[in-house]
């Protein structure tokens, strides 16, 4: 049935029936990097040729189908038709019409994201033929249970709201006297209190209060129109589905080529996901479990069945683990900054949980504040200071478990709304005798190297802002090539080291910037939302300088919304973490000599300058599609182009960034969110 075709299928076919290569396009996040490597090494081991493009804005898909077609036009059958072309997006493609990107005429779309919700366009448009879901089955049962679960809800509210006006109307004839027996009165009220109200007989009676979504058993979403507020509830409920990267390992299971390097891919898609703020500590352990438990059975597999302590056994075991392959292990990583490629004292100050609980972002205290910690536990300052490495294995246990101790403490009195412990479980790789590498370890060095800023000499040349732009997306995929090659390096290689460098570096701007953003009257912060109002060129920070990068900028922003939470409490009777609206001016592309003839041209006249904003929020705090509060009320935003001269441009990979022209725009974004955050409703 062609229902029961897989997209491996489709890729199979396609490659035999046209001997055509794959086109790959792979977004700027760990997850679907990963993917990406095993999905890779299944072709080649197939003998598939493909293309791989990363991509971290639509219009470098749009140049990438663009040229595409045009090779396309080249070609022709017999019959003067254009032979088809398979695109692959990895990572993204779940919350754009694809229908506005490819020709489904001569394009065939496999979708592999893991972002949620799903555009419901996409899924109408899915015929598991020209356009492929990869998991469609599950995708469209989580639409099915959303809906499901907004109906009931919206039945319960119809039930109290009856009740409350059966009340008022017999407390009304009460006091007017009409005659109401008493008796009768209290069997209507014990009637009204046991929930008698859930026959269909009740349901019929209040038809008039329903809205369209009630007045039926179900919405038909696929064939019909979904009422506006329940859409807009729906694509309010940003969260991850299952990782990409695990997509693809189930994928591997079934062509019987599951290797550790296929399951620790796995395994950094899922922590890819619970870094990046799209599942909740809950579903990530759901999800883990089988790969730990994978992880276990293997490492029992390779060690045998029984412990046999002859001489030859352990050379033997000794000569498979000093070996150059992958071992995998189960591992509890504390919550600390790249701790085994580093230093404790490095390691707690740059972690942005523990910098925000004790408030090393405060210059004049911060270095007290974390002797005062280690004195307690009992640690010297010199030894935290010294490299991790190179301690005494007795001695790093041990400090590591004063350490931990102390940070539960500090955790569970000051940092109560964090919701993860400061120890979790992940999945470890060693190769040889090499320092084991955590799967939040490579999340942290991935993120660190995209987020690198460009180099200065990039606008010295003489060139047009079309060429400087070509050369900023040049440098960026060039910074992808490396973050996807630091997934599987080795701690001891060139390119790991430069990373754990790059990322120290990206820490010390990070806490740099909290430290200036922390002064009085940098955000402002308001009964539902923090933001940043873009000031004036002339008072800004010039720690705030180099952030007009989205993954730069996500980086501070996770940083910030911890540090605002712990500083600037989170009321008496609340737990809510309120969002960050972050700004920060874009980088001008223009080069030396275009600027010198516009300072002579127009001397008076100041082009408007372009800011990119952030949103960070606390994110999903239960398993699977649940609305959202502060993303219903930033899509209402950014979607509502009457309130802006220039729409905010959404072409970035990323939901949570958008880029806007103009400071005055700017500034009435952060406003509008401000005012929808007072009203406490959706």
């Not at 059966?166 to 006297?177: H, I, P, S």
């Not at 056994?313 to 000569?319: I, V, Y």
């Not at 754990?500 to 909290?514: F, G, I, K, W, Y």
């Not at 990068?549 to 009777?573: D, H, N, Q, W």
Request: hydrophobic fraction near 40%; proline fraction near 4%.
């Amino acid at each position: 049935m062609a229902d029961q075709v897989t997209p491996w299928h489709h890729i199979n076919r396609f490659y035999h029936t046209t001997r055509k290569s794959i086109q790959l396009l792979v977004a700027y996040h760990a997850d679907a990097a990963a993917a990406s490597i095993t999905l890779t090494a299944l072709l080649k081991a197939c003998f598939i040729p493909f293309n791989l493009h990363p991509i971290m804005e639509y219009d470098e898909a749009k140049d990438v189908i663009q040229r595409t077609s045009m090779m396309q036009d080249t070609e022709f059958l017999g019959d003067g038709a254009p032979v088809d072309e398979l695109f692959v997006l990895i990572g993204l493609g779940a919350s754009i019409s694809l229908r506005s990107f490819f020709d489904l005429g001569r394009h065939i779309v496999i979708v592999l994201d893991s972002y949620r919700p799903f555009l419901l366009d996409n899924l109408r448009a899915s015929d598991n033929d020209r356009l492929v879901v990869w998991g469609h089955d599950r995708i469209y049962e989580e639409v099915e249970q959303f809906f499901r679960e907004q109906r009931r809800l919206e039945l319960a509210r119809a039930r109290r709201r009856r009740r409350r006006r059966m009340r008022r109307n017999q407390r009304r004839l009460r006091a007017y006297g009409e005659g109401v027996d008493v008796a009768e009165e209290a069997e209507e009220e014990s009637e009204i209190d046991s929930g008698s109200s859930d026959d269909d007989d009740d349901d019929a009676e209040t038809h008039d209060d329903m809205t369209p979504s009630q007045s039926q058993e179900g919405i038909d979403w696929m064939n019909e129109e979904v009422p506006e507020e329940l859409e807009r509830l729906y694509y309010a409920a940003e969260c991850g589905g299952k990782s990409s990267a695990l997509e693809v390992y189930d994928l591997a299971i079934l062509l019987n080529r599951v290797k550790e390097a296929v399951l620790w891919h796995a395994a950094v898609g899922v922590c890819d996901l619970f870094t990046r703020r799209l599942i909740d500590y809950g579903t990530y352990l759901v999800e883990m479990r089988r790969l730990h438990n994978e992880v276990t059975l293997r490492k029992g597999i390779r060690r045998g069945p029984l412990d046999d302590v002859t001489e030859e056994t352990l050379n033997r075991h000794h000569k498979i683990a000093s070996s150059n392959t992958m071992q995998l292990v189960n591992f509890d990583e504390d919550q600390l900054f790249l701790l085994r490629h580093y230093s404790l004292w490095g390691a707690m100050w740059y972690h942005p949980v523990i910098a925000s609980l004790l408030g090393l972002h405060h210059v004049e205290d911060g270095t007290g504040t974390l002797r005062q910690l280690l004195a307690r536990c009992g640690v010297s300052a010199k030894l935290a200071q010294q490299p991790w490495g190179e301690l005494p294995d007795d001695v790093r246990v041990e400090s590591l478990r004063l350490v931990h101790n102390e940070l539960k403490q500090i955790l569970r009195s000051r940092g109560s709304f964090i919701k993860v412990p400061t120890r979790i479980r992940c999945v470890a790789r060693t190769t040889g005798y090499s320092v084991e590498v955590s799967t939040f370890d490579v999340c942290t060095l991935f993120t660190a190297l995209l987020a690198k800023v460009p180099p200065s000499n990039m606008n010295t040349e003489e060139t047009s802002e079309a060429v400087m732009k070509e050369k900023l997306r040049e440098f960026r995929r060039e910074q992808f090539w490396r973050a996807h090659g630091v997934i599987d390096a080795d701690p001891n290689t060139t390119l790991f080291v430069a990373a754990v460098q790059e990322a120290r570096m990206l820490q010390e701007a990070v806490a740099a910037a909290t430290s200036a953003l922390m002064q009085p009257g940098m955000i402002q912060s308001t009964k539902g939302i923090h933001y940043v109002q873009p000031s004036d060129p002339t008072n800004a920070s010039t720690a705030l300088e180099t952030f007009g990068c989205p993954f730069r900028l996500s980086v501070l922003a996770e940083r910030m919304l911890i540090a605002l939470t712990v500083e600037r409490g989170l009321g008496k009777y609340t737990r809510e973490v309120r969002p960050v609206l972050l700004s920060c001016p874009v980088p001008r592309l223009i080069g030396p000599a275009t600027r010198r003839q516009e300072s002579q041209q127009q001397p008076i006249i100041q082009t408007e300058q372009t800011f990119i904003v952030l949103f960070a929020h606390e994110g999903p705090t239960k398993e699977g599609l649940t609305p959202v509060v502060p993303v219903a009320r930033w899509n209402d935003c950014v979607t509502n182009t009457e309130d802006f001269l220039v729409p905010p441009l959404r072409d970035f990979i990323r939901r949570d960034t958008v880029i806007i022209d103009g400071r005055e725009s700017t500034a009435h974004l952060a406003e509008m969110l401000h005012l929808r955050s007072l009203t406490g409703t959706f």
